[in-house]
């Protein structure tokens, strides 16, 4: 059985924190028709401005920063900011003394809310 020692991820997540770009095939496999938008170029530059905007805000966990980049994608935006449209996500992101764990959660329910809401309006 194959087995993959604390160690392992951990030099994982380090390899990651130092460079985000390695996410690049996993995006473009995920998300194959934003990646072909935005050419693998662009791909590595939106990875970079969401590691800067994840550590902006506070997220610091190789875990909490991959959801917050898989949350990027999943809404199809560069980066969160006040000129995003999502004031939901800037106050959940503004909030202080709570883990990263909650925040993460409470994005992705966020952007699962606001994704019904969308498909709610667009069968009416």
């Known amino acids: 059985m194959l087995k993959i020692r604390k160690a392992?991820?951990?030099?994982?997540?380090r390899t990651f924190l130092q460079d985000p770009q390695k996410l690049a095939p996993l995006i473009q496999s995920v998300y194959p028709e934003q990646a072909a938008?935005?050419?693998?170029?662009?791909?590595?530059?939106?990875?970079?401005?969401?590691?800067?905007?994840?550590?902006h805000y506070g997220l610091t966990q190789a875990?909490?920063?991959?959801?917050?980049?898989?949350?990027?994608?999943?809404?199809?935006?560069?980066?969160l900011d006040d000129?995003?449209?999502l004031p939901w996500a800037m106050n959940i992101l503004r909030w202080d003394d709570t883990s990263e764990e909650l925040k993460i959660a409470a994005l992705?329910?966020?952007a699962q809310t606001a994704r019904i809401a969308e498909?709610?309006?667009a069968n009416n």
Do not use: H, P
């Not at 392992?8 to 997540?13: L, Y």
């Not at 938008?37 to 994840?54: D, F, I, P, T, Y």
């Not at 875990?63 to 980066?79: G, V």
């Open 83 to 85: 000129s995003s449209g």
């Open 37 to 55: 938008k935005l050419g693998s170029a662009g791909v590595k530059e939106r990875l970079s401005k969401n590691m800067a905007c994840a550590r």
């Open 63 to 79: 875990d909490m920063i991959k959801r917050f980049i898989q949350l990027m994608f999943q809404l199809n935006i560069d980066t």
């Open 8 to 13: 392992q991820i951990q030099a994982f997540d």
């Open 119 to 121: 498909l709610q309006k």
């Open 108 to 110: 992705e329910k966020g």
